[in-house]
Each structure stands twice: as structure tokens, then as C-alpha cells.
């Protein structure tokens, strides 16, 4: 990723409203994760060892998520809504 806003948009398409895991979160959700995941990342009482910021990848996305998850409350959606999601008749 380039830039902040480029992760929170990539984060937004999977989590954000019509994305692949649909929570209907908001941008600025994601952007308030993104900086606690961070935020996390550098305070010794709080970071994994080894956790590091991966420039904007997938594991940065999924530990965002957790973080959305965590938060705000979001859980994804049922077996037989992704299902339905995914129908292509």
C-alpha cells in the first residue's frame, strides 16, 4: 500500500458495505482499527512478538478485521448468507 487511505479503501472492499465479507462498517471504522492495530503494534504492553506491519497486506487486513471485530461487535454473516451472497443462478 502506498498510503493510509489506499489500506483503509482495500480494507473497505471486504469489509465495508456490498464487500466480500459484508459488515456494512464505515471508513472511519476501519481507519479507527487501522490505527489501533498500529497503535498496538509499537506499545510493548500490548504487541505480539514478532507482529509486525506487513505494508498493507492480507494479515494487515484479517488483524484489522479482528480489530472491527472486537470493537465495534461485527461477526460475519451466517453459512447460508455467504451462500447466498455468492449465487450466481
Given at each position: 500500500?502506498h ?26 471504522e ?17 504487541s ?9 497486506d ?32
Amino acid at each position: 500500500m502506498h498510503n493510509f487511505q489506499e489500506f483503509v479503501d482495500y480494507v473497505f472492499s471486504f469489509y465495508g458495505a456490498g464487500g466480500l465479507y459484508d459488515f456494512g462498517c464505515s471508513k472511519e471504522e476501519i481507519a479507527f482499527a487501522t490505527l489501533k492495530y498500529l497503535d498496538d503494534l509499537e506499545n510493548p504492553d500490548t504487541s505480539v512478538p514478532g507482529m509486525t506491519w506487513g505494508n498493507g497486506d492480507s494479515l494487515d487486513r484479517e488483524r484489522v478485521r479482528d480489530y472491527l471485530m472486537e470493537i465495534y461487535g461485527y461477526e460475519y454473516a451466517s453459512q447460508q448468507d455467504r451462500v447466498n451472497h455468492f449465487d450466481i443462478r
